[in-house]
């Protein structure tokens, strides 16, 4: 049974491995090293998470065992839209997606930046991204 509760701080390093799932790779290329969320472009998305009070997060349990995250934090990074509208991040570990799961995730997530007023909330997509067609 999948249950959602909030990212806590001691969740960055669960964040960084969904981050890294996040990573778009397009079909029959090798994905990037692991190491590539420790890089500039990439830890901003993770490091120190929950020190900004727009640092939300929703993660998915399967027996309690992490198989999904969605989170958003404000940043100067890819989906940079003014430092009001904070960037989503969303992804499952392979088997678990097409299931419903991410819906609630981001359902759940929207729901808790709407208690906090945030009106807007930005994601930086690949044009080949298939979700870049939603």
């Not at 960084?16 to 990037?32: D, E, N, Q, S």
Request: hydrophobic share 40%; with cysteine.
């Amino acid at each position: 049974m999948i249950i959602y509760r909030q990212a806590k701080a001691c969740d960055e390093q669960l964040l960084r491995t969904f981050l890294y799932h996040a990573i778009y790779v397009p079909k029959g290329c090798k994905p990037p090293s692991a190491d590539i969320v420790f890089t500039e472009d990439f830890i901003q998305y993770t490091e120190a998470f929950g020190t900004n009070p727009l640092d939300l997060g929703i993660v998915a349990e399967d027996n309690g065992n992490p198989v999904g995250a969605a989170w958003v934090r404000l940043m100067k990074s890819y989906g940079y839209v003014d430092n009001d509208t904070p960037e989503l991040s969303i992804s499952l570990l392979p088997e678990y997606r097409g299931k419903g799961i991410g819906t609630v995730l981001l359902f759940e997530l929207l729901n808790s930046l709407k208690m906090k007023n945030c009106r807007y909330v930005s994601l930086s997509v690949h044009k080949a991204n298939t979700a870049a067609l939603m």
